[in-house]
């Protein structure tokens, strides 16, 4: 158990493909802030193929093809192997053992209760045509993943919530029943409340590859702006430059809300002091959705630029990033291994640590032969 009273971060991504703007706006520059922080003794990032497999499973080359294009995506955004270790789930096999023993903890009414597993059901279509008793009961697997590391925070969105809820459920029961073992993990939520769902390019609620309306981190300057002015929506009712334009709902001005900063407008448009002045011009009239649009380009070229420079250069040295999540998996398989151990102590099924049991026998022998 974490007796030092280390702070340890635990977060993960599934590799179905490139990571997007909502990553980057939702974790992966929060992840580097804390990286850089000084203030956590351990920073671990896994690639989740496993829980990727419980609705890929017939389909494991796209985990197997993005696994890498989830690390150049770490590494161009700031993510220092050094400071933080990456690791790949699948092969870190104390996780599979973990869940295994925590099933037994969690009922399936419960599982059936989870919010995000439901809205996750629903979006996937898994009601219709059957539902993967994997993806049902990856909670659980969740769980795993937070204990094995000893993880005091996990930052997630708040659609997550519930899975780190169920996680904490799962430690207060284990430590209940077998006795103080497992880290308490607690959340930690973006402070931006814009950042904490960053919607798709077409206003739906969430980016997904399959709907077409991302911004991939690697996407070139031609495809933002394609995906800006062709697919980004506005105020269906600010017709003309004159009419009054609404900011609710409008999809332009909630990625200037996540990503503009008062140092854009000095550089790119320097009529308006901030973000507020913009809104207000909108909101009374003669502001294009043009200008708005390009305005936004320019901040998302900015983003983009160096992220896109830092992939490129990693993209010529793959051999290089094969072996810092080789040597980030080896660790974290220290790590979790360990963590299993205690389990399996606290459980009284380490039956191979020592010869103790041996030694139960015996005595257990003469008490039956008085």
């Known amino acids: 158990m974490n007796t030092e009273n280390k702070q340890i971060i635990l977060t993960a991504d599934r590799p179905t493909g490139r990571l997007h703007l909502g990553h980057y706006v939702g974790s992966l520059k929060r992840r ?46 700031g993510i220092d192997p050094a400071l933080t270790t990456i690791c790949v789930q699948s092969a870190l096999p104390a996780l599979h053992a973990l869940t295994f023993y925590y099933l037994n903890l969690v009922t399936t009414a ?17 009601a219709d045509e059957g539902l993967p008793a994997g993806f049902f009961t990856y909670p659980v697997s969740q769980a795993a ?6 993880a005091t925070v996990v930052p997630v969105g708040e659609d997550q919530l519930p899975m780190l809820e169920q996680a904490r459920e799962i430690v207060e029961k284990f430590n209940r029943i077998y006795g103080p073992t497992l880290v308490l993990p607690e ?25 077409g309306n991302c911004i991939y981190l690697s996407d070139t300057p031609k495809t933002v702006k394609q995906q800006v002015n062709g697919k980004m ?18 999809v332009v001005f909630t990625y200037l809300d996540a990503l503009s900063t008062k140092e854009h407008f000095e550089r790119y448009l320097p009529e308006y002091a901030d973000l507020e002045e913009m809104k207000d011009h909108y909101r009374r009239g003669g502001l294009g959705d043009g200008k708005c649009k390009k305005f936004l380009i320019q901040v998302l070229d900015e983003i983009l630029d160096p992220i896109r420079t830092e992939r490129a250069k990693w993209e010529k040295d793959i051999d290089s990033v094969y072996d810092i999540l080789a040597e ?14 205690r389990v399996e102590k606290a459980m009284r099924i380490d039956y191979f640590a020592d010869r103790s049991v041996v030694k139960e026998w015996e005595e257990l022998l003469k008490k039956t032969n008085l």
């Open 187 to 211: 959340a930690m939520i973006p402070e931006n409340e814009t950042q904490r769902r960053l919607p798709g390019v077409d206003g739906k609620a969430k980016m997904s590859k399959s709907l």
């Open 233 to 250: 929506f506005t105020d269906p009712q600010h017709l003309r430059i004159e009419d009054p334009g609404h900011i609710e709902g409008n």
């Open 328 to 341: 980030g998996t080896a660790k974290a398989r220290e790590v979790t291994n360990a963590t299993l151990a």
């Open 32 to 77: 580097v802030e804390l990286q850089n922080s000084g203030k956590f003794d351990q920073i671990n990032i896994m690639i989740a193929d496993d829980q990727a497999l419980t609705d890929n499973a017939d389909n494991p080359g796209k985990i197997r093809e993005n696994i890498i294009n989830v690390v150049l995506d770490y590494l161009s955004v």
């Open 110 to 126: 419960r599982l059936s209760r989870n919010p995000t597993v439901k809205a996750e059901i629903q979006m996937r279509g898994f």
């Open 145 to 150: 993943d937070i204990t094995a590391f000893d």
